[in-house]
């Protein structure tokens, strides 16, 4: 499985960014995917997940109402969705996949990572 992060850029706090994750060699329908974050000096963090078979989805208290996370199941790709953003969602964004059909927050849980797509927030 390899994933490919795109969609990241500079943009001013009130403003939309949306991020892609291309998932190639899923051979099973039986996962879920998540988009994390980290901002300098932090740690990485949950931001949003969702059942590949489904669509089910949770997000972290922090992005609940700006952010949404979608899957195109013919182009294997999910997305997110972010609005209203903010400087605090200044961070490297990172997908994941991992097998099984539960969203987990917890990093660990995830097999695969793709590379990160850099968001900036100017207030």
């Known amino acids: 499985v390899q994933l490919q992060a795109s969609g990241g850029g500079l943009v001013q706090a009130g403003g939309s960014l949306r991020l892609s994750c291309v998932a190639s060699?899923?051979?099973?329908?039986?996962?879920?995917m998540g988009w994390f974050r980290q901002a300098p000096g932090k740690e990485r963090e949950f931001v949003a997940g969702i059942r590949w078979s489904g669509g089910n989805t949770g997000y972290a208290d922090s992005v609940k109402g700006r952010f949404t996370i979608s899957k195109d199941s013919a182009k294997n790709t999910v997305y997110l969705q972010m609005n209203s953003l903010k400087p605090e969602d200044t961070a490297v964004y990172y997908c994941?996949?991992?097998?099984?059909?539960?969203?987990?927050?917890?990093?660990?849980?995830?097999?695969?990572w793709g590379q990160g797509t850099e968001v900036t927030v100017s207030s």
């Open positions: 060699g899923r051979a099973s329908n039986d996962v879920s």
């Open positions: 994941a996949l991992k097998w099984g059909s539960t969203v987990y927050t917890n990093e660990q849980r995830y097999n695969y």
